[in-house]
């Protein structure tokens, strides 16, 4: 089978291609072998290379850059999810849609469902909700849509990577401690990823019924326009466990000095978000419930502290931190 992965070299891209399971064919593509944001650009890749299914891991994902770039964060996550779908769609092939839990507001203090209304607080997160909306509408059952959270890797810019280079640099360091979440290694998003397009081809995915204890109302149901019988194809990922990004940063240096990739610790001080204002809000607690994937895919599950401590072994035996 051929399956096309769209921003192969990001993050998820890259670990997307080291996870490939036997008797796949690998399409990849990155912005300049395919424009998803152009129309015409997705048909003609369709057309060139024939693909079987697709994993969108082509993102926006400057959060606060979105806030005065809204046309190329919309054209991105929006118009370029949608055109995939519509090419999924008239070559008859399912697909996976990768999305955020910024599509929540933030507000609530236990962890998402997937039925949980969605109300995004910042435009990358509005951009997000309306390229689940898109794919979902254009391909039904024939879509997955993967709701995750705090990416990192080896591979890429992130966090994890941001945090090492200011231990080696400052003399201490504040790090926000009321924004809750939950770190997740790109390595386990992508196992998540093929076993929800496993899932797909071998089409045993059923939607479950909604019921009055999954959210009430199926037409309020992440504000999707599907129908009021079903819930939407959505799964929650992450690794396990609970963080703030002050818990993330501490145990990122604590683990790289256990590792020796840090000589000398620093101060790290919790601050509250108000005295470290960014262009975009942030949800002050996005972390998602992850039950209904654990019932409906094959995944270990794995603690966000452990799954640090492999990419850090993995980053060390690599080349320097840059």
Known sequence: MRVLITGCDGQLGYELQRAVPEGIELLCADRYRLDITSQVSVDAYFDAHEPEAVINAAAYTAVDKAETDSDSAFAVNTKGAAYLAEAC??????????????????????????????????????????????????????????????VYSSHGNNFVKTMLNLMQEKEQLGIVFDQIGTPTSAKSLAQCCWQS??????????????????????????????????????????????????????????????????????????????????????????????????????????????????????????????
């Open 89 to 150: 769609s008239k070559h008859d092939i399912p697909m996976v849609q990768v999305s955020t839990d910024f599509v929540f507001d933030g507000s609530q203090s236990t962890p998402y469902k997937v039925t949980d209304k969605t109300n995004p607080v910042n435009v990358y997160g509005e951009s997000k909700l309306q390229g689940e909306k898109q794919v979902l509408e254009i391909l039904g059952n024939k879509a997955v849509v993967i709701r995750t959270a705090w």
């Open 197 to 322: 397009l496993k899932k797909l081809q071998a089409s045993s995915f059923q939607l479950p019924a909604l019921t009055a204890k999954d959210g009430g109302n199926a037409e309020n149901v992440g504000n999707n326009s599907l129908p009021s019988f079903q819930l939407p194809a959505i799964f929650n990922w992450t690794d396990a466990g609970v963080a703030s990004w002050y818990d993330f940063a501490v145990a990122i240096q604590e683990e790289a000095l256990s590792l020796g990739i840090l000589k000398k610790s620093i101060p790290v001080k919790p601050i509250p978000t108000s005295a470290y204002p960014t262009p975009a809000e942030r949800p002050k607690y996005s972390v998602l419930d992850k039950q209904l994937t654990y019932s409906e895919l094959v995944l270990p599950i794995e603690h966000w502290r452990s799954a640090l401590r492999s990419v850090l072994t993995e980053l060390k035996s690599d080349k320097p931190v840059s």
